[in-house]
């Protein structure tokens, strides 16, 4: 069983649907972090958090520690949105380790 | 603009042929990383430094080696005995509490 799990593997959205991707860890974390992967393969770091909730701009990220579970939220998507998202945790040793991500699509 | 530079972004290597990617930082980072991407798969760690001139192996740490000559650097060689290496590398670097910056990658592939 791998120890970070994201679903969907794949979603495709009509433009301005909301979005929702989730992700669930199996191990201790001292933070988990979404990452957003474009074609191109370059990857940008969206959020790193420990606790509660973070926002920036249309993207939200929550995180329950005591469920181990944390979800990424997009609000009006818009088909710039398309890429892959990944979650990724980082563990007492301070190594990240990464979900196999999902591919989003959004539809004009 | 602090960030992370790779190069080249796209790489050909003969069989046999020990090839170094290249991998620069200037955001004072501390800690570097070599990640290996596959298809379908998620990012696997090749080697990670934490401090100039020491550096340890990651999960898939055979047939490459690494360098932390320079806080700045961090040079990934890819060398004959890796059997399949074909594939996306990234690196990146982070500094506790401020998370971790990504390059934009080299995509390797055997001729």
């Known amino acids: 069983k791998n120890e970070v799990e994201q679903s969907p593997q794949n979603l495709t959205a009509q433009e301005e649907e909301f979005i929702t991707i989730n992700c669930s860890y199996s191990?201790?974390?001292?933070?988990l972090h979404w990452l957003q992967q474009h074609p191109g393969g370059g990857i940008v770091s969206l959020f790193m958090l420990s606790s509660g909730k973070k926002k920036h701009g249309r993207l939200i990220a929550t995180i329950n520690i005591q469920e181990k579970h944390s979800s990424l939220h997009i609000t009006a998507s818009h088909p710039r949105d398309s890429a892959v998202y990944i979650c990724a945790v980082t563990g007492s040793a301070r190594q990240l380790t990464f979900g196999s991500g999902t591919q989003l699509t959004v539809l004009p | 603009d602090g960030g992370i530079t790779q190069s080249p972004k796209y790489l050909f290597r003969k069989e046999g042929q020990n090839v170094t990617l290249s991998c620069e930082q200037n955001l004072n980072h501390d800690a570097m990383y070599w990640y290996r991407q596959d298809p379908g798969q998620g990012l696997r760690l090749i080697y990670y430094s934490q401090i100039v001139n020491d550096f340890q192996k990651g999960d898939i740490a055979e047939g490459y080696s690494v360098s932390r000559e320079k806080k700045e650097s961090f040079p990934l060689t890819v060398t004959s005995a890796q059997k399949n290496p074909t594939a996306f590398y990234l690196c990146a670097s982070s500094r506790e509490l401020y998370g971790y910056t990504f390059g934009s990658g080299t995509r390797l592939t055997v001729v």
């Open positions: 191990v201790g974390i001292s933070a």
